[in-house]
């Protein structure tokens, strides 16, 4: 028999997730929504239509709505299902996600707004977070439905007057919460610098705080894809979704071949997604250039087609930056670059001809790009010594950084 999942967006009912009696995946939009004056295409991948989506052309959004490969695989024994099965996994835990998207059974209702949320004590907190690698997302958990893109480890809470609570069933949550790593030192402080940093020379940022927990620090990331909103004018205020998609969901690329190499987005791809899409292309497109430049800037070397985001309100605009910190301060970590700048994937070969050769590919003016990798580099020179922390990581990725921006103001004048 084939099982189908609702699926809404925000508190609207868009179409049905199918999984035939094959297991494979089929995706369609309701009629009550293609008639919706409003209606919008859950992804840039899915436009409006009433045929129905096979597996290779939706597996690309669905599968981004959910954990990467290896926390999936321990997701999936802790709750008893394959984890290749994306049906599955968005039965389990789709119930709080990215964006404004939510997974129902078939005929179960979507949960009022009388959210609830699970206060945590810090004595809790703590014991959740020492047991993340061995559950993450909390899954399994009576009540909690969460999913969260990516490898690393980290819980979405719900925060008010400084107390952190777990939301419950499809209760909406205003943060991300990710604890530190063992095997990467200061991983925490790192990305917290270099979130910090990429604000300090004016980069449209997610806002991130360190905080600890008995002996465990985390960094705290406000999500920009939560919102306070009133129904009525002079009425209560609710948390509210916004919806949004990464790049690769946008291009209906599966998460498994983020990496431009394995198939994954490329800076020219994301250009042209933006300039497509962007409802203010020309701010969007300097907002991706300058965000390109700064991961170069500081090395790091993650930043593919899951790390830029669409946000759909009003408008749709290139998303605030997320998940930015300095990889390149971990030698185990790859030296190769997510998405190659001007043809060239290390970043310590890349030289002012590939920022042209970017310029070229990306539709932009060689010399403003180049005046701009100069700006950027001499602006982090300045800032980067004042948001130096105690913390001895920080004082290490901040030496890195300067390095690396002064070598790029050396090439650039050859």
């Known amino acids: 028999m084939p099982r189908t999942l609702d699926v809404y967006l925000r508190r609207h009912l868009v179409g049905q997730l199918i999984q035939d009696e094959n297991g494979q995946l089929a995706f369609s939009y309701s009629e009550s929504?293609?008639?919706?004056?409003?209606?919008?295409?859950?992804?840039?991948?899915?436009?409006?239509?009433?045929?129905?989506?096979?597996?290779?052309?939706?597996?690309?959004?669905?599968?981004?709505?959910?954990?990467?490969?290896?926390?999936r695989e321990i997701i999936a024994k802790n709750l008893g299902i394959s984890a290749r099965n994306d049906f599955a996994m968005l039965e389990q835990i789709g119930g709080e996600c990215a964006g404004a998207v939510t997974f129902i059974p078939?005929?179960?209702?979507?949960?009022?707004?009388?959210?609830?949320?699970?206060?945590?004590t810090d004595g809790k907190l703590a014991e959740i977070l020492k047991l993340l690698p061995r559950r993450p997302l909390m899954a399994g958990e009576d009540g909690i439905r969460l999913s969260l893109a990516g490898a690393?480890?980290?819980?979405?809470?719900?925060?008010?007057?400084?107390?952190?609570?777990?939301p419950l069933g499809g209760a909406?949550?205003?943060?991300?919460?990710?604890?530190?790593i063992e095997r990467f030192e200061g991983i925490v402080f790192n990305e917290a610098f270099c979130m910090k940093l990429a604000q300090a020379i004016g980069l449209h940022t997610a806002k991130a705080e360190v905080g600890k927990v008995e002996d465990i620090d985390y960094l705290l990331v406000q999500r920009y894809d939560r919102t306070m909103l009133k129904d009525a004018p002079g009425g209560p205020e609710h948390l509210e979704r916004e919806h949004q998609e990464d790049f690769c969901q946008a291009l209906g690329i599966s998460p498994d071949n983020k990496y431009q190499n394995e198939g994954g987005p490329s800076l020219q791809q994301s250009f042209a997604l933006l300039r497509e899409l962007s409802s203010a292309p020309v701010i969007d497109l300097q907002r991706l250039l300058d965000a390109v430049i700064f991961n170069f800037l500081i090395g790091n070397h993650d930043a593919h087609g899951k790390n830029f985001s669409?946000?759909?309100?009003?408008?749709?605009?290139?998303?605030?930056?997320y998940?930015?910190?300095?990889?390149a301060y971990y030698p185990e970590?790859?030296?190769?670059?997510?998405?190659?700048i001007g043809g060239e994937y290390v970043s310590d070969k890349v030289l002012p001809k590939h920022f042209d050769q970017l310029a070229e590919e990306a539709g932009l003016a060689k010399p403003m790009v180049k005046?701009?990798?100069?700006?950027?580099?001499?602006?982090?020179?300045?800032?980067?010594?004042?948001?130096?922390?105690?913390?001895?990581?920080?004082?290490?990725?901040?030496?890195?950084?300067?390095?690396?921006?002064?070598?790029?103001l050396e090439k650039f004048k050859e």
């Open 310 to 321: 669409l946000l759909y309100g009003r408008e749709t605009r290139l998303a605030p930056l």
């Open 371 to 408: 005046r701009r990798v100069q700006e950027l580099a001499e602006t982090v020179l300045a800032k980067a010594p004042l948001l130096i922390t105690e913390h001895p990581v920080t004082k290490t990725v901040a030496a890195l950084i300067q390095s690396h921006c002064a070598r790029t």
């Open 172 to 180: 909406p949550s205003t943060h991300i919460l990710k604890p530190a």
């Open 333 to 340: 970590l790859a030296k190769k670059m997510a998405m190659k």
């Open 33 to 71: 929504w293609l008639n919706h004056a409003g209606a919008i295409p859950l992804s840039h991948s899915l436009p409006l239509r009433k045929a129905k989506f096979n597996r290779n052309e939706c597996r690309g959004f669905f599968a981004g709505v959910l954990p990467d490969e290896s926390k």
């Open 323 to 327: 998940d930015v910190l300095s990889t």
């Open 106 to 120: 078939a005929g179960e209702r979507l949960p009022e707004r009388n959210y609830g949320y699970r206060p945590l």
């Open 152 to 166: 690393q480890d980290k819980i979405a809470v719900h925060v008010a007057n400084d107390q952190i609570s777990i």
